[in-house]
């Protein structure tokens, strides 16, 4: 009996390093894709105007959260994703991005999410910061929508969602080297 229990201890301690592997591994591969998307993307533009955003960016809280346990870093990166990914899934008609290459975006940064997620495991909690969620609501709210998902307004949006895919990999990092 007590053979069994070391034994599915053991399997249970493999299967959750395996899952946090991929993090190690895939995550910042993924992380350079997602940012040749969006420079592709950039590329892709065909607006010349530039607009003010009015959304600040949100620095406190990653600072805050930098200090944080590997669990709620693990969180609010997974956060940061999904909310880019509900971004990114609302209205982009007006924006001159191949709808392939919003697809492909769309589908790493929900991999890295559910990826992520699972390095978590399933004594974490998936706790929100409603800090972050409110930022993103901003960004759906005063950038999109009241500039009518216009092209201009998607290339905030761009610019935004690659600052924040790169202080991701800067957290991702962090929780490299405290592992």
């Known amino acids: 009996m007590m053979n069994r229990i070391l034994f599915a201890c053991l399997f249970l301690a493999e299967g959750s390093s395996l899952s946090c592997r991929w993090m190690d591994h895939k995550f910042r591969q ?15 533009s065909t607006n010349t105007t530039e607009v003010e955003v009015t959304v600040a ?8 959260v930098s200090k944080s346990s590997v669990e709620d870093k693990l969180a609010f990166t997974v ?8 971004l990114f899934e609302e209205d982009h ?13 769309l589908n790493i940064v929900n991999k890295q999410a559910e990826e992520l997620h699972s390095c978590i495991g399933s004594h974490g909690h998936k706790k929100k910061t409603t800090k972050l969620h409110m930022y993103f609501k901003r960004l759906s709210h005063h950038i999109l929508k009241e500039m009518d998902h216009s092209a201009e307004a ?21 929780l490299h080297t405290a592992h």
């Open 30 to 44: 993924h992380k350079e894709e997602t940012l040749n998307l969006l420079d592709t993307m950039a590329k892709n």
């Open 57 to 64: 960016f949100p620095n406190h809280l990653y600072r805050q």
């Open 79 to 86: 956060q940061i994703l999904e909310e880019v990914a509900a």
């Open 93 to 105: 008609s007006a924006a001159s991005w191949e709808d392939s290459t919003v697809r492909n975006l």
């Open 154 to 174: 998607w290339e905030v949006i761009r610019k935004e969602t690659k600052a924040h895919l790169m202080r991701a990999e800067q957290l991702a990092s962090s």
